[in-house]
């Protein structure tokens, strides 16, 4: 999804007029707007799904499992993130490569998806043979 921002109501008002409401912070100016938007992306979950497994919402830079935090380099941060995002839908291998910062080949997905089940308890994460990888949601 997309944020849009305003430093004030004067470049809030066309967004507003297009049917968009932007994020502006009380004080309008440029360091107020990035410390709003900082709070702002560090409150909103990019993901959030149900499990097998209970409550799964993954934040900027971390995972949470009914209340326990999940120990996660980016990589595998990232493929979580695009699982949880698709709610036990199948991503397909291509899709989880795309989302994994600077990653090559599909070797990386496999140690990805290794070390995302790593910490998460059996079965939350399925593979569809010759399809990609879910998230088992309840």
């Not at 004067?10 to 912070?25: F, M, N, S």
């Not at 992306?41 to 497994?53: D, W």
């Not at 990589?75 to 991503?91: C, E, F, N, S």
Request: glycine share 8%; proline share 6%.
């Amino acid at each position: 999804g997309v944020l849009a921002c305003a430093v004030g109501d004067v470049t809030a008002a066309p967004l507003r007029a297009a049917g968009v409401e932007p994020l502006v912070p009380a004080r309008w100016r440029l360091g107020a707007l990035m410390r709003e938007l900082s709070d702002h992306l560090v409150a909103e979950p990019r993901a959030r799904v149900t499990t097998s497994a209970g409550e799964l919402v993954v934040r900027a830079r971390a995972a949470v499992l009914d209340g326990r935090v999940l120990e996660l380099a980016p990589g595998p941060l990232a493929v979580l993130t695009r699982l949880a995002a698709a709610g036990g839908v199948v991503v397909a291998r291509a899709d989880l490569l795309a989302a994994l910062p600077s990653a090559v080949d599909d070797h990386a997905v496999d140690v990805a998806v290794g070390r995302v089940r790593a910490v998460l308890p059996d079965g939350v994460v399925r593979t569809v043979v010759k399809r990609g990888y879910r998230l088992e949601t309840a």
